[in-house]
């Protein structure tokens, strides 16, 4: 059995919790709202703390909460907010790098004590990217710029935290979550962008979750520094000419 730290609860938080706690393992979970995570912490019977990521020191003594020995953290904080440039405001691009790439700073600082104190060959880290960053799309300004930063954080965390400590990301596409829900609420909508992903879906939690399950966990202990997509096929491939 392992010990967790999930930080952001709402969608594939939520559904990784649900899948390690199957597989027997403890997890500390964490959100800034409340009523997203109660319920899930008393259904899983597991410890939680409320914390906001733009207050580091709100997430830091949340992770402290945790205990001294922690195997693995996955910070599933997100926003997306779709603007074009013109209509995209700075303050709106600090606060989305605050939340994406500086709370999974905050939290990997935090939980680097723990995660070395770790009695598994070797601790993990997961945290979440975006298709849209090593494609361009329109209106993703702000959210490619702070999941860009998540990219760099992991590949220059995994340099300097191995041996001890593994450090990956995901990399989704559009997934059905609380998070996306304002862009897939219309089901034409919805069907249309379904209809650009070569496997013709659009993703869900529990889509991700596998994966990130699997990366935290030992199955993955010679992984690390690596951004995965998980995004039914839309980074990489083109199905129509
Ligand atoms: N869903 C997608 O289409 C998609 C696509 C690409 C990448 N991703 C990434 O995948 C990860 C998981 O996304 P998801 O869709 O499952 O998200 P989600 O859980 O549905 O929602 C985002 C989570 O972030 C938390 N959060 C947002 N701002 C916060 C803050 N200031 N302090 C603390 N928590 C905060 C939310 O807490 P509350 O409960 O308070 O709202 C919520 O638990 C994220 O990093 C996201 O960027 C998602």
Not at 155 to 173: G, M
Not at 177 to 205: D, F, I, K, V, Y
Request: with cysteine; proline share 4%; hydrophobic share 50%.
């Amino acid at each position: 059995m392992a010990h967790y730290i999930i930080v952001g609860t709402a969608g594939i938080g939520g559904a990784l919790a649900a899948k390690l706690r199957a597989s027997g393992h403890d997890l500390f979970l964490i959100n800034r709202t409340r009523e997203h995570v109660e319920d899930l912490a008393r259904d899983l019977d597991v410890r939680f703390s409320i914390a906001d990521v733009m207050v580091p020191e709100q997430l830091k003594v949340a992770i402290g909460l945790a205990g001294p020995i922690v195997d693995g953290l996955a910070y599933c904080v997100g926003t997306i907010n779709l603007k074009p440039l013109m209509r995209i405001t700075a303050d709106d691009v600090r606060r989305d790098f605050e939340i994406n790439s500086v709370g999974a700073f905050t939290a990997v600082q935090a939980a680097v004590p723990a995660l070395k104190a770790s009695i598994q060959t070797t601790a993990s880290v997961l945290l979440f990217s975006t298709v849209a960053v090593q494609q361009g799309f329109a209106g993703h300004v702000s959210v490619a710029m702070a999941k860009g930063a998540v990219e760099g954080l992991t590949r220059a965390l995994a340099a300097e935290l191995a041996p001890k400590i593994r450090v990956n990301a995901l990399a989704p596409s559009l997934t059905q979550t609380p998070l996306s829900e304002p862009l897939t609420r219309n089901p034409t909508t919805a069907q249309a962008l379904a209809a650009l992903h070569p496997l013709q879906r659009l993703g869900n939690a529990i889509d991700v979750a596998g994966l990130a399950a699997f990366m935290l966990g030992n199955d993955a202990d010679w992984i690390t520094g690596q951004v995965i997509s998980v995004d039914g096929g839309r980074g990489a491939l083109r199905s129509k000419a």
